[in-house]
């Protein structure tokens, strides 16, 4: 993409409303506008961000044997009068009347379409287990709308949820979303530490809160530091297979959301050089409840007897778009942004430092039809703007790799390569680039 002819409004001063550095970032590199509070558009920055993290979470839900569908943005309040929730829900839910005054609303959440299309659909067990999940864009009048993207009032979230004969069954879904989630986090560049959550009424342990930690997340959590440490994208998964070792691994050391945090048992399991007490932001919940929407729904399957089972559920949640703030909040710098390979809008940032010079012009030109040819997606900064305000805007969006092109280096068929991350300079035989990348 030619930047002179993209559309990437950046702004250089701060933005006086944000208050967070992810927010503040996300005005300045262009990737979304408020427009209204906690509603945002996404400018074309923010959208390849925004599809690059959906296509990730797509991959790993499909991998673990989720099957994705649409479900629409618009339900229906009786739906939701037969689980109890449509008064429960509160001011939260937005609350529409259309012009034949049937009452509908901005879904918060799926559970109870999920569970009326499951219910008309599936018969016996002989269809289970089922996962299905959608990506989707949810409405909550939050009461406090704030650090950008983080918590808005509109956000992009995928929710799975899973149908099961028997609680055995429910738990493998459930391992299976546990371990999913650890690698969507650790492919998006994030280290994703899962927290004991409350279960409600339900109990039991099957209720984590992934969590990044950062100083301006929302909650106080609490780990062992080895949780940080933790890998799980060098091994290889087999999702039918038994997971067990995975979740004891990576739910065997203490690890809390203050809601759920024992101070006691902090102190005597962690080590005190061990202990982490931090802010963290939530980017994941996943959670299983039983019956609750099965039972009220009338959702239930003829067992292997003949039997009417109420089926076991379980839901899923990724926060797609606040992830996008919670990536910044953990990769940034003075400069910038600084966007992990896997979500970066571009590759590399090809910078022209004289435009109007026909040599320069030309081995521009040149080296971005060959990177664009080769697949490696180049945003061209071919305006007319100084070099050195060239440099800010690329260290502010945060491309991986920026190409600096100038009459010196061309001289000696040479252009510079800088790593946004390290900061790291060489040199690069012009003709060399484009393998450089591959
Ligand atoms: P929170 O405690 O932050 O309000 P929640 O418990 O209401 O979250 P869930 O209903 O579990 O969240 O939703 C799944 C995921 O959606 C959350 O883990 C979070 O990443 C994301 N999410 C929830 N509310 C918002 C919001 N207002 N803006 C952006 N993302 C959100
Ligand atoms: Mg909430």
Request: aromatic residues 10%.
């Given at each position: 993409m030619r930047l002179s002819r993209y559309f990437l409004p950046t702004l250089r001063e701060n933005p006086a409303e944000a208050q967070i550095v992810s927010h503040r970032l996300m005005?300045?590199?262009?990737?979304?506008?408020?427009?209204?509070?906690?509603?945002?558009?996404?400018?074309?920055?923010?959208?390849?961000?925004?599809?690059?993290?959906?296509?990730?979470?797509?991959?790993?839900?499909?991998?673990?044997?989720?099957?994705?569908?649409?479900?629409?943005?618009?339900?229906?309040?009786?739906?939701?009068?037969?689980?109890?929730?449509?008064?429960?829900?509160?001011k939260e839910m937005l609350r529409i009347t259309d012009r034949h005054e049937r009452e509908m609303l901005f879904g918060p959440t799926n559970e109870e379409l999920i569970t009326a299309i499951v219910r008309d659909s599936i018969k016996s067990y002989r269809d289970l287990p089922r996962n299905l999940y959608h990506i989707q864009w949810k409405f909550r009048d939050e009461v406090r709308p704030r650090f950008g993207v983080m918590r808005g009032?509109?956000?992009?979230?995928?929710?799975?949820?899973?149908?099961?004969?028997?609680?055995?069954?429910?738990?493998?879904?459930?391992?299976?979303?546990?371990?999913?989630y650890l690698r969507t986090?650790?492919?998006l560049g994030l280290k994703a530490i899962p927290m004991a959550a409350d279960t409600g009424p339900i109990g039991g342990d099957m209720s984590h809160e992934f969590i990044i930690l950062a100083e301006?997340?929302?909650?106080?959590?609490?780990?062992?530091?080895?949780?940080?440490?933790?890998?799980?994208?060098?091994q290889e998964i087999d999702f039918?297979?038994?997971?067990?070792?995975?979740?004891?691994?990576?739910?065997?050391?203490?690890?809390?959301?203050?809601?759920?945090?024992?101070?006691?048992?902090?102190?005597?399991?962690?080590?005190?050089?061990?202990?982490?007490?931090?802010?963290?932001?939530?980017?994941?919940?996943?959670?299983?409840?039983?019956?609750?929407?099965?039972?009220?729904?009338?959702?239930?399957?003829?067992?292997?007897?003949?039997?009417?089972?109420?089926?076991?559920?379980?839901?899923?949640?990724?926060?797609?778009s606040r992830l996008i703030g919670a990536i910044i909040e953990a990769s940034h710098d003075?400069?910038?942004?600084?966007?992990?390979?896997?979500?970066?809008?571009?590759?590399?940032a090809l910078i022209n430092l004289?435009?109007?010079?026909?040599?320069?012009?030309?081995?521009?030109?040149?080296?971005?039809?060959?990177?664009?040819?080769?697949?490696?997606?180049?945003?061209?900064?071919?305006?007319?703007?100084?070099?050195?305000?060239?440099?800010?805007?690329?260290?502010?969006?945060?491309?991986?790799?920026q190409v600096h092109v100038g009459p010196r280096g061309l001289a000696n068929g040479i252009v510079e390569v800088k790593n946004r991350k390290t900061g790291e300079r060489r040199e690069v035989a012009i003709d060399q680039v484009v393998a450089a990348f591959a």
């Open positions: 005005l300045r590199a262009g990737l979304v506008r408020q427009s209204a509070a906690g509603i945002y558009s996404w400018l074309p920055l923010g959208l390849k961000v925004l599809r690059n993290i959906e296509r990730i979470v797509r991959e790993e839900q499909n991998r673990a044997g989720a099957i994705e569908l649409l479900m629409p943005t618009i339900q229906s309040a009786d739906l939701w009068r037969e689980s109890g929730r449509y008064d429960a829900y509160g009032r509109e956000f992009l979230m995928k929710d799975a949820y899973s149908f099961d004969i028997d609680k055995a069954g429910a738990r493998k879904a459930y391992e299976k979303m546990f371990v999913a986090y650790a492919r301006t997340g929302e909650s106080a959590v609490f780990c062992h530091q080895d949780l940080v440490d933790y890998d799980i994208l060098g039918e297979g038994d997971l067990t070792p995975i979740i004891d691994r990576w739910t065997g050391l203490y690890a809390a959301t203050d809601e759920k945090h024992d101070e006691a048992r902090f102190a005597s399991e962690v080590p005190a050089e061990k202990q982490i007490a931090a802010r963290g932001i939530e980017v994941g919940h996943i959670f299983y409840f039983g019956t609750k929407y099965s039972k009220p729904m009338g959702a239930v399957v003829a067992g292997p007897n003949g039997e009417q089972v109420e089926l076991e559920m379980g839901s899923y949640g990724i926060g797609v003075e400069g910038g942004i600084i966007w992990p390979e896997s979500v970066a809008p571009f590759k590399v004289k435009s109007g010079d026909a040599t320069v012009d030309a081995a521009c030109d040149k080296l971005y039809a060959q990177l664009e040819a080769a697949g490696i997606e180049t945003l061209y900064d071919d305006t007319a703007e100084r070099a050195g305000s060239k440099f800010a805007t690329a260290d502010l969006i945060g491309l991986p790799w």
